[in-house]
């Protein structure tokens, strides 16, 4: 379903009727160039009143306050939190009272809306077969090399006692392979974790560099991770093709905004 500031996921409101999942676009908002215009990130040197005001208009589309939202300090690390209800409105108004240093986000609180920034990275959100709990992480390529989604899976199993099998995955709106070029470092990484003779998830380009696909190598590590591939949904939706809807840190040479990825549940 499309809206003007955001988009909904819909195969987790398919699968599990309660939860709100979803990325905002770059519409509706007043920042200026080039933040134009729903800028959502309070880090990259927008007016911080724009972005306050760009933030409340998103939360109210979604019929939330933002002092039931969560945010955080995002590091292209592997580090997972859980967001209890007392967590609610951190970061939401001032960057340094999010939760530090992570990258993923979970609750098994009702209403409390974990939201990270993007802006290319690739957005993971994580729920549980008729459980209440939902979850989020940021993985540009340093955060999936660092098997950020697998974390969040161990996390769950160890800490909550949730099979794999029973996790729901939605890959969302990110840079693809279309335009996601990299260079031998990356790949050197992306070969440290990955063993595969063949790689489905890289190409070469003429010049000797690499076109690579994230969604793809997150969708393996999730499946090695014991999450069933048709439980894992993956959109083509590409933040760098699609610049007039959402903003691209690679198309727009790091001058840009931040969207939010959201997902919370109603009880
Ligand atoms: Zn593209």
Redesign the pocket.
């Known amino acids: 379903m499309k809206h003007e500031c955001y988009y909904t996921i819909n195969e987790m409101l398919r699968s599990n009727r309660n939860v709100v999942a979803g990325i905002s676009t770059r519409h509706g908002g007043v920042s200026h160039q080039p933040f134009h215009a729903l800028n959502l990130g309070l880090h990259v040197h927008d007016q911080s009143s724009d972005v306050i005001e760009n933030r409340n208009r998103l939360a109210n589309a979604l019929n939330t306050k933002l002092n039931q939202w969560v945010f955080a300090d995002q590091v292209h690390g592997k580090q997972i939190s859980e967001v209890k209800r007392v967590d609610a409105g951190k970061g939401s108004n001032l960057y340094h009272t999010g939760i530090i240093g992570t990258d993923g986000l979970y609750t098994k609180d009702s209403n409390i809306v974990l939201a990270l920034a993007y802006a290319d990275c690739v957005p993971i959100y994580f729920s549980a077969k008729n459980l209440n709990i939902v979850g989020i992480v940021h993985a540009g390529w340093k955060g999936t090399v660092s098997r950020i989604a697998q974390e969040m899976i161990h996390t769950w199993s160890k800490e909550e006692n949730i099979p794999s099998d029973e996790i729901e995955v939605w890959i969302g709106p990110s840079?693809?392979q279309?335009?996601y070029e990299v260079d031998q470092h990356v790949i050197d990484h992306v070969d440290d974790i990955m063993e595969d003779k063949v790689k489905p998830y890289t190409t070469t380009t003429v010049t000797g560099k690499y076109m690579l696909n994230l969604q793809e190598l997150n969708r393996q590590l999730l499946i090695k991770a014991g999450v069933p591939s048709t439980q894992i949904h993956v959109t083509t939706l590409?933040t760098?093709?699609s610049v007039n809807h959402f903003f691209s840190h690679r198309k727009e040479n790091g001058q840009t905004g931040r969207m939010l990825g959201f997902i919370m549940f109603n009880e």
């Open positions: 840079i693809q279309c335009c590409c760098s093709c």
